[in-house]
């Protein structure tokens, strides 16, 4: 456990592995929903995404799950921008003691945002120029640019994969003034590197919100490649 506090909705970052030692290192944001009380789903997925990363040949990893921002609760708040500006000091300085605490060769570290958690990435990444090596959007409702390259990374450091049965994508449909985060980033006018994802739970709409929780489901492509990510190896 490096921190927790129980106020408000509650705030936890917790570490699988040690980050000080590991050669690859990943920080996982969770999105909306996101709180102390529920973050048990979180660390899971986070081990299962140190488990990928040593099937891909990582020989040693650390995976944390950083609750350390006040998520929207629900769809009416994951539309403001302003938990995701408000997050960005708070996971940009995150990003740095990690570099600034890690002993011996430099660790290969990765970001990886779920849901809304992507759009915290991508505005930290646009304003602060957060210390990473790869950010992976995973589901992303958008995140804050129009474009990879505006994230102050190499476009191909920038991963991406939304789940064909994704409901999320219904937040993708209108553009600009309308959609507040941006476009998605899996879509093909970003640019940067997409990676394949089961396609997840369908519905009579051909979308669920079973499908947007499906990434981390063992044999999941998308976990596969964010292992393979995390490990600093090619994606699929």
């Known amino acids: 456990m490096l921190g927790i506090d129980s106020s408000g909705n509650g705030r936890a970052i917790v570490a699988i592995g040690n980050p ?4 690859n290192v990943a920080t ?3 999105g909306t929903g996101a709180r102390l009380g529920t973050c048990g789903t979180d660390i899971g997925r986070s081990d299962s995404m140190v488990d990928a990363a040593k099937q891909a040949g ?3 990893t650390a995976s944390i799950t950083w609750i350390g921002y006040d998520a929207p609760q629900d769809l ?30 430099p660790s290969h570290n990765t970001v990886i945002g779920h849901s809304y958690g992507s759009t915290v990435i991508g505005h930290t990444a646009r304003d602060m120029n957060i210390n990473a090596d790869d ?10 640019v129009s474009r990879a390259e505006d994230l102050g990374l190499p476009p191909e450091n920038v991963h991406s994969t939304v789940a064909k049965h994704d409901v999320i994508q219904v937040t993708n449909v ?17 640019g940067g590197n997409v990676f394949t994802s089961d396609p997840g739970t369908s519905s009579w709409t051909g979308y669920s919100t079973e499908a947007h929780s499906q990434y981390w489901d063992q044999e999941n492509k998308a976990l596969n490649n964010m292992g393979n990510i995390i490990a600093g190896k090619p994606t699929t």
């Open 135 to 144: 950010v992976v959007f995973v589901g992303s409702p958008g995140t804050g």
């Open 20 to 23: 000080d030692t590991a050669a």
């Open 76 to 105: 009416v708040a994951a539309a403001d921008e302003d938990y995701a500006q408000n997050a960005r000091q708070d996971l940009d300085r995150f990003q740095d003691g990690l570099r600034a605490t890690h002993q011996g060769t």
């Open 174 to 190: 209108f553009k600009e003034p309308f959609d507040v985060h941006g476009p998605d980033p899996a879509g093909p006018m970003f």
């Open 58 to 60: 990582s020989p040693s």
């Open 28 to 30: 996982f944001v969770p």
